[in-house]
């Protein structure tokens, strides 16, 4: 990568993916510039896969200094950056991109650190390590979710995925600790769990609900979805109505944008009830 131009001006960033226009960030990041009163800018850009490297090798030159990056391009990123950290490695995946002063661009993947910061801050006394955690899907999210709950402590991680070779793929790569059940066994999955973790796309508006009998279910456990539109999907319904505490999946997304928040534009943003508010409207 050629060097970047000397930044004079207001520093830019913004959020890469095709489709793009869907996206929440830009209104989130605008919140935290207007709330904090920095001098910036966050935009859409819509980039189509094949114009991706040409995409990364300019907008450096064009004062950004960093990304956000999306679907389709979680995973290309990683091939194109001049450097990546272990955690964006081992998950296979990018959605934060750092433009260095020299031009050479930094991948990091910030997921994890969002869905636990999420898990954090609304149920401050769970528990991670109080027993086993069941994750339903081995999507691109899913493995960022299984990469922190083993971070975190969790003593045994299950997980049980439609196609079933995905969630193999997943054991294979993150060790001993995982436990693969099949997607017909899901309701014995969640017997003991004490984390349980809707990441799949299913419970989605226009998407089929997540249907998983949930009576073998502790009221004891702590049962969130990745999800968030609605925030109030069917499976956090249900798992409300057994006693269980639940937490959507919105904080998440405010979390995870923090980190590069702060990098690109100085400055730890807070993540709060006017914050869901602003992304929410
Ligand atoms: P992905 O890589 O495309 O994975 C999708 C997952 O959903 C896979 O496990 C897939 O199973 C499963 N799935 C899709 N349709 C299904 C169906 N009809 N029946 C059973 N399983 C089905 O997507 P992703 O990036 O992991 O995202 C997953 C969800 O998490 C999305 O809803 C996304 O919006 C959400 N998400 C939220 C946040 C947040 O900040 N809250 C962050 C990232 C993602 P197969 O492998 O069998 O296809």
């Known amino acids: 990568m050629s060097a970047a131009v000397p930044i004079r001006h207001a520093p830019l960033a913004g959020v890469i993916g095709m489709p793009i226009a869907h996206s929440r960030s830009p209104r989130l990041h605008g919140h ?8 910036g800018h966050y935009v859409p850009i819509p980039v189509l896969p094949e114009h991706l490297a ?30 990546v950290t272990d955690r964006a490695a081992l998950i296979g995946a990018a959605n934060t991109l750092i433009f260095r002063p020299d031009g050479k661009v930094h991948a990091d993947n910030t997921d994890g650190y969002g869905f636990i910061a999420n898990l954090r801050q609304n149920a401050p006394d769970w528990q991670p390590e109080a027993g086993p955690a069941a994750i339903i899907g081995a999507g691109g999210a899913a493995r960022a979710v299984v990469a922190s709950l083993l971070d975190s402590g969790v003593p045994e991680l299950r997980i049980a995925n439609r196609t079933r070779l995905r969630a193999e793929q997943i054991k294979a790569e993150f060790g001993a600790r995982l436990v693969v059940y099949e997607w017909a066994q899901l309701g014995n999955m969640l017997d003991g769990a004490a984390t349980v973790v809707n990441a799949t796309s299913l ?19 702590l049962v969130t979805d990745l999800v968030y539109t609605p925030l109030m999907t069917p499976l956090l319904t249900e798992a409300q109505q057994r006693g269980c505490r639940i937490v959507d999946g919105l904080g998440m997304l405010l979390h995870q944008a923090a980190p ?8 730890r943003p807070e993540v709060d009830d006017e914050t869901r508010q602003v992304v929410l409207e």
């Not at 040409?54 to 450097?83: C, M, S, W, Y």
């Open 32 to 39: 935290w510039l207007r709330r904090y009163g920095l001098p």
């Open 203 to 221: 419970g989605m508006e226009g998407k089929q609900p997540l249907r998983v009998p949930l009576d073998a279910l502790s009221p004891d456990a």
């Open 54 to 83: 040409e995409v990364l090798r300019v907008l450096p030159q064009a004062g950004f200094v960093g990304l956000n990056v999306t679907i389709p391009h979680k995973e290309a990123v990683l091939t194109l950056a001049d450097t």
């Open 260 to 267: 590069g928040f702060e990098r690109w534009f100085g400055h």
